[in-house]
């Protein structure tokens, strides 16, 4: 997860700079600094269990980041392009609600209680990007697309 946060860092700004509607474009922008959070509470579980905070590549976040930036490229300029970012950094989402939800659940098995609450934060964070994302898409953003 410490590898697909840093690359989500990435990602994130060049989503924000795609997006045509403002409350998209403000939502990667506030997830990125939530994210920036995230990265900093994976610290302190590696710090917890007296690692140093390093990742190994993530070919799985590799492959939704690349599928993202394919959405950028091919729906440029059209009004699609906001529904297929959202659909995109939502399979993000989904991918870290299950790693997150994972790791809390070792985490709290292994009696790692402060661990456990870190990445419980996270999680819930990123549940809250989830249906903010899908608030987005409904109230507007996939009728445009249509």
């Not at 990667?28 to 302190?44: D, I, Y």
């Not at 905070?53 to 392009?81: H, S, W, Y």
């Not at 991918?95 to 819930?124: F, H, K, N, P, V």
């Amino acid at each position: 997860m410490y590898h697909a946060e840093k690359q989500i860092l990435k990602a994130l700004p060049k989503m924000a700079k795609a997006a045509e509607s403002d409350q998209l474009r403000q939502a990667f922008e506030q997830h990125r600094e939530e994210t920036e959070g995230q990265v900093e509470r994976l610290e302190q579980v590696f710090e917890m269990l007296g690692k140093a905070a390093r990742g190994k590549p993530c070919e799985a976040i590799q492959g939704i980041v690349e599928e993202g930036k394919e959405v950028m490229e091919d729906f440029k300029g059209t009004d699609a392009l906001d529904a297929g970012l959202i659909a995109a950094a939502q399979a993000v989402e989904h991918y870290e609600i299950s790693r997150y939800g994972t790791l809390r659940t070792w985490a709290t098995q292994l009696g790692m209680s402060d661990a456990a609450r870190l990445l419980e934060q996270t999680l819930q964070e990123e549940k809250k990007t989830d249906e903010l994302l899908t608030q987005l898409a409904e109230a507007a953003i996939n009728r445009q697309a249509a």
